[in-house]
C-alpha cells in the first residue's frame, strides 16, 4: 500500500463530503437547499470519518491534513522525509474531491447567480473579513483540533473503522462551536487545492477566487498546529 495513495484518496473523500455537503446546502435546486449549518458540520464530520478510515486502509497515517503531517513531523513522531509525500497526496486529493463535487452539482452551479455561494462550495471565507482575528479563529480551532489528537488515549485494541470515530467527533464540535467566524477551514489543503479548483472550472457567472483571503486558511492552521505540539510537549 502506498502512504501518497492513501493521502490522496483519503483527503478526496473528505473532500467529496465536505464540498459535497455545502453544494447541497448553499446551491439552488438541490433537495437540501438552506438545511443549515448543522447539516454542513456532520457533512464534513462524516468526511472526516471515511477518509481517515480510507487512508489507513490504503497504508497512510490517516492525516488529510498538512497541519497534522507538520505537527506530527515537529513532534518527532514522523519522518520529516516523507512530507512531501504526504503533503503531496493531500493536495492532490482535495483538489481531486473538488472537481468530483463540481461534477455531481454541475446543473445546480449552473442554477446558481451567487458567485459567493458557488466558492463556498470550494473554500472558506470570513463571515467578517478582519485578517488578524481570521488568522487567530483559524489557529484557535487548528490548536483545538491537534491537542485533542494528541490527547486521544491509545488503545491496543483494534476497533477497525471506529478508530476514525474520536477524530470525527472532533471536527464535529469544533465546526459547531467554532466554525462560524471563518468556516473553520482548519486544513491548509481543504481550502487551497479547492480554491485552485475553482479558478480552474468553468462555472456560470464564477465571480472571483477570493485570493486575497487564500493565506489565512494556510498560515493560521499551520501556527495552531505547530502550538498544539509545544503546548502538548509541555504537559504530557
Request: hydrophobic share 50%; proline share 6%.
Amino acid at each position: 500500500m502506498s502512504p501518497f495513495l492513501g493521502e490522496l484518496i483519503g483527503t478526496a473523500l473528505l473532500i467529496t463530503f465536505g464540498g459535497g455537503v455545502v453544494a447541497n446546502v448553499v446551491l439552488n435546486k438541490t433537495k437540501g437547499n438552506n438545511s443549515g449549518w448543522i447539516v454542513i458540520t456532520f457533512g464534513w464530520a462524516m468526511g472526516v470519518f471515511i477518509g481517515v478510515y480510507a487512508a489507513t486502509k490504503l497504508g497512510s497515517g490517516g492525516h488529510l491534513n498538512p497541519a497534522v503531517t507538520i505537527a506530527m513531523s515537529v513532534l518527532g513522531t514522523f519522518d520529516t522525509a516523507d512530507l512531501a509525500t504526504y503533503i503531496g497526496g493531500q493536495f492532490a486529493g482535495a483538489f481531486i474531491g473538488a472537481v468530483i463535487v463540481w461534477l455531481a452539482y454541475k446543473p445546480h452551479f449552473d442554477e446558481t447567480t451567487d458567485a459567493g455561494a458557488q466558492l463556498a462550495v470550494f473554500s472558506s471565507g470570513p463571515a467578517i473579513r478582519k485578517p488578524v482575528y481570521n488568522v487567530l479563529t483559524e489557529c484557535i480551532g487548528t490548536f483545538i483540533l491537534i491537542l485533542g489528537i494528541l490527547l486521544m488515549p491509545q488503545t491496543d485494541v483494534n476497533l477497525g473503522t471506529l478508530s476514525a470515530l474520536p477524530a470525527s467527533l472532533l471536527v464535529l464540535g469544533i465546526g459547531l462551536s467554532l466554525g462560524g467566524p471563518t468556516g473553520y477551514a482548519i486544513n491548509p489543503a481543504r481550502d487551497l487545492a479547492p480554491r485552485i479548483a475553482h479558478a480552474i472550472l468553468p462555472m456560470k457567472g464564477k465571480g472571483s477566487s477570493d485570493w486575497g483571503y487564500s493565506w489565512v486558511p494556510v498560515v493560521g492552521p499551520v501556527i495552531g498546529a505547530v502550538l498544539a505540539v509545544l503546548v502538548f510537549k509541555q504537559i504530557h
